[in-house]
């Protein structure tokens, strides 16, 4: 079950549900000092860090850790601590996820808050995605902060380089 709240007194599907998930800015270091970011990609198509809806009981830190886990099975990781950002987006849920969300009678127009922490992922464990996904790619900031699709990823992205270049 997500943490969700229906926030207007409409009937499902038209009523407004805010939803809080958990992602996290993956990265790693070189052998040569440099910093490579993980981007996955989902099925959509669009370009962004592993995160996901929290769970009933579950602490940020707790669905951080399990959404990376099962997105890309990496399991030997260390958030940096003192880095939370967050962003929000609001949308219409359209396609398979909508059918979804009618037939669970839940509202199909979500304002979401996303927060997210920074983790370095060690150890060399290869990422395996989950049927979520399509894609990943390991890159340097530039290259990173370009394949992202969003401007909320762009921007979480460059706090993240930042909190951990001017250090």
Same mark, same amino acid.
């Given at each position: 079950?997500?943490?969700?709240? #229906?926030?207007?007194?409409?009937?499902?599907?038209?009523?407004?549900?805010?939803?809080?998930?958990?992602?996290?800015?993956?990265?790693?270091?070189?052998?040569?000092?440099?910093?490579?970011? *993980?981007?996955?990609?989902?099925?959509?198509?669009?370009?962004?860090?592993?995160?996901?809806?929290?769970?009933?009981?579950?602490?940020?830190?707790?669905?951080?850790?399990?959404?990376?886990?099962?997105?890309?099975? *990496?399991?030997?990781l260390k958030r940096v601590e003192g880095f939370r950002e967050s962003m929000?987006?609001?949308?219409?849920?359209?396609?398979?996820?909508?059918?979804?969300?009618? #037939?669970?009678?839940?509202?199909?127009f979500i304002y979401k808050k996303v927060h997210f922490y920074l983790v370095?992922?060690?150890?060399?464990?290869?990422?395996? *995605?989950?049927?979520?996904?399509?894609?990943?790619?390991?890159?340097?900031?530039?290259?990173?902060?370009? #394949?992202?699709?969003?401007?909320?990823?762009?921007?979480?992205?460059a706090c993240a380089h930042e909190y951990l270049t001017v250090q």
């Amino acid at each position: 079950m997500s943490v969700e709240k #229906k926030i207007l007194g409409a009937f499902a599907p038209w009523c407004l549900s805010l939803e809080v998930s958990v992602g996290a800015v993956v990265f790693r270091r070189t052998r040569g000092g440099g910093i490579q970011y *993980l981007m996955i990609q989902y099925r959509h198509g669009h370009w962004e860090f592993p995160r996901g809806h929290m769970e009933e009981g579950e602490t940020e830190e707790q669905t951080m850790y399990r959404e990376i886990k099962e997105e890309t099975h *990496l399991t030997k990781l260390k958030r940096v601590e003192g880095f939370r950002e967050s962003m929000s987006f609001s949308y219409t849920a359209k396609g398979s996820e909508r059918t979804e969300r009618e #037939k669970q009678r839940r509202c199909i127009f979500i304002y979401k808050k996303v927060h997210f922490y920074l983790v370095e992922a060690y150890g060399g464990e290869e990422v395996q *995605l989950s049927h979520e996904h399509k894609n990943y790619a390991w890159l340097p900031f530039e290259a990173a902060y370009n #394949k992202l699709t969003f401007d909320n990823g762009r921007r979480i992205l460059a706090c993240a380089h930042e909190y951990l270049t001017v250090q």
